[in-house]
């Protein structure tokens, strides 16, 4: 049988590996219908047709689904009914799992769900204590949650609803933060509301986090288990030229940038009612698809900086890496190298506007952002000055490993479990470096980690790539920050030093801010969704205004 979790299935897929097959099925045509795309790692792994119907007998949510290898998960039929007042009334999940026929049905009656697990001809009963106005998930179809989007709707923090996860337990799904966004697809703009979730599985699974966003109708639009990988969106909203906007800044502008074979976009914004040629900012985000706010968690974190750096009075672009939001380009394939040419291009296309300062362009580069913006530093005469945000002080190997025993260290993982993690780790990444070395690793863990964009991580060295940057450096780490430890920062401010020339290098530590560059108490990664909302530290624009202020003053060259 399935294991205990949220979406349990996701466990097994997540330790697999993350290649599919996407298999088109017929698309409903019922109102209430929609498409889903489901994805993994940000890889397809296929896709859900989800309904719900709403009629004088209640509610009811049906769909079929079909997720490639290696989760191979067919959901040849879904129907989950509910009352008028959304207290469950059965279940009917028909699947084929790995080749494999497998059916729950299941009945609400008294505060009990009574249910029928059939698996190779045989029947399994089981009955569980359920609350009568419980939403149910059963493990293996995720469009199960359109229900759950359509009770969240109107709910505040803190709110608290019951959650049947099928046929297994009923754990709390708690209101931990709610923020009102915009999607913008090619053919409309959607006001939305984005909720971020805790759901208390029992130990040890623990914790785990989910965002989901809803319409103005209560209707589902995208579901996220940061956890586990995995997102699932309307196909509207999941399309390469869908953007989410959850920060603005008066003024803003769109703007569409050339690059290699493609554009960027992006957003360049001017403080208001400037006049004549400003110095300019170009804002280089962190790994993942990082969008031009670099919204984490809720968190806008290139708006706020954005916004900061703009009252500060530089013209600053923002913009969304190569295959996200509204960017062309693929990530499959990109390395550091190339997100360094793709902020390259943002340079040479701000140097030639006429409002924009040629001789005062800066790069601020953010976790990733900051490998990035050294590597193109080095590259580009016309970057006059680079700041640096909880970049990494060692080889992306190293980091990989500080990370991993930290996230150990956090599970309380027993010493001979954390030794055969770290070894297997190790193993992987010496893999990805050398080529050879892959005996014993699954395949799956392969597939993830054998791509170029990791094998440009792990052997990325701040030591030798910053003995080649020219321009003058500031380092800023925030005290807090446990993804990118603050012995980071004094490692690169020594490479910074050690280049002995006759240009500025500082470093500003800022107390009590994380990873994501806002206020926390922990640091930790688990603390993040408790923050969505917050805003960037006001130090952190503050001390890089100024800082670039200084080094880009009138008339330097």
């Known amino acids: 049988m399935l294991r205990l979790g949220l979406v349990s299935f996701v466990m097994a897929v997540a330790a697999a590996g993350l290649t599919a097959q996407d298999r088109p099925l017929q698309a409903p045509t019922e109102p209430g219908s929609a498409s889903y795309l489901v994805f993994l790692r940000q890889q397809p792994v296929g896709r859900e047709e989800v309904t719900v ?46 080749g494999q026929e497998l059916e729950l049905r299941t009945t609400f009656a008294d505060g009990k769900a009574s249910n029928e697990i059939i698996a190779q001809g045989k029947t399994t009963p089981k009955v569980d204590d359920v609350s009568a106005d419980a939403v149910v998930l059963p493990n293996t179809f995720l469009g199960s949650y359109a229900a759950l989007a359509h009770r969240l709707r109107g709910l505040a923090v803190n709110a608290e ?67 586990q990988a995995l997102e699932m969106a309307r196909e509207d909203i999941a399309s390469a030229a869908t953007r989410t906007a959850s ?49 984490v968690f809720g968190i806008p974190v290139f708006g706020h900086l954005a916004k900061g750096l703009v009252e500060a009075g530089f013209t600053v672009v923002r913009y969304d890496k190569r295959g996200v939001g509204q960017s062309g380009g693929r990530a499959e394939s990109a390395t550091l190298n190339d997100y360094a040419e793709d902020a390259r291009a943002v340079v040479r296309w701000l140097e030639r506007r006429k409002d924009v300062d040629r001789n005062r362009i800066a790069v601020v580069g953010h976790s990733e952002g900051a490998a990035v913006a050294m590597i193109l530093a080095t590259r580009e005469d016309r970057v006059k000055a680079v700041v640096l945000i909880a970049g990494t002080g060692t080889t992306g190997a190293e980091l990989v490993l500080e990370q991993q025993r930290h996230q150990l260290d956090v599970m309380k993982v027993d010493a001979s479990e954390r030794a055969a993690k770290i070894a297997l780790q190790e193993q992987i990444q010496a893999a990805v470096l050398k080529g050879t070395g892959w005996e ?118």
């Open 53 to 98: 119907v709403r009629s004088a007998e209640g509610w009811t949510v049906r769909g079929t689904s079909q997720l490639g290898v290696p989760v191979d998960i067919t959901t040849r039929r879904a129907e989950i009914r509910y009352d008028a007042e959304w207290h469950p009334v059965s279940v009917l999940v028909n699947s084929l799992a790995r």
């Open 161 to 227: 609803l019951r959650a049947y996860v099928a046929p297994q337990i009923e754990v709390p799904v708690r209101v931990a933060a709610t923020a009102s966004e915009r999607i913008d697809t090619p053919k409309e703009s959607i006001a939305a509301t984005r909720f971020s979730l805790k759901i208390v599985n029992p130990p040890p699974a623990g914790e785990l986090d989910a965002v989901i966003w809803i319409d103005e109708q209560g209707r589902l639009l995208r579901l996220s288990i940061p956890g």
């Open 247 to 295: 920060f603005s800044i008066p003024g803003d502008e769109r703007v569409s940038i050339p690059t290699l074979g493609f554009n960027l976009a992006g957003t360049i914004t001017k403080p208001a009612g400037a006049t004549g040629q400003l110095p300019a900012i170009v804002l280089i985000g962190g790994s993942g698809p990082t969008d031009r706010d670099e919204t």
């Open 440 to 557: 014993g690793v699954p395949d799956g863990v392969r597939k993830v980690a054998d791509t170029p964009w990791f094998q440009s991580m792990l052997s990325f060295d701040p030591a030798r790539v910053m003995k080649d940057v020219d321009q003058p450096v500031l380092i800023v780490q925030g005290e807090l920050d446990v993804q990118v430890p603050p012995h980071h920062a004094e490692k690169l401010l020594a490479m910074a030093q050690a280049r002995k020339r006759n240009v500025d290098e500082q470093l500003l530590k800022v107390p009590g801010v994380n990873h994501l560059l806002v206020p926390a108490k922990t640091g930790e990664v688990s603390e993040y969704a408790s923050l969505s909302g917050a805003e960037v530290a006001p130090a952190i624009p503050a001390g890089v205004g100024s800082w670039l202020a200084k080094t880009l003053g009138p008339g330097r060259k």
